[in-house]
């Protein structure tokens, strides 16, 4: 919050910029956990129908999660 210690008006800019970002991230989060919660409702429905359905939900379970991120060694390589 800069715009606390700071009076100017790139101080404010950024405070309003930074308070729009955390907004935008809580409705992307509120997405896909609605996605999520509707995902696990079909699933509860299709218990009794085929595996490609469970397939199906399974791939697009894994493409909502968040990726994993690869780390870089740290150190000599041999």
């Not at 919660?37 to 079909?42: M, R």
């Not at 218990?47 to 791939?59: A, N, Q, R, S």
Request: no cysteine.
């Amino acid at each position: 919050m800069a715009a606390t210690v700071l009076n100017s008006t790139r101080a404010i800019e950024m405070s309003i910029f930074v308070v729009r970002a955390f907004l935008r991230l809580r409705d992307l989060s509120s997405a896909h956990r609605e996605l999520a919660i509707k995902l696990t409702a079909l699933e509860r429905k299709v218990t009794h129908h085929d595996e490609e359905l469970k397939t199906i939900l399974g791939v697009l379970r894994k493409l909502i999660a968040p990726p994993l991120r690869q780390r870089r060694a740290i150190g000599f390589s041999r």
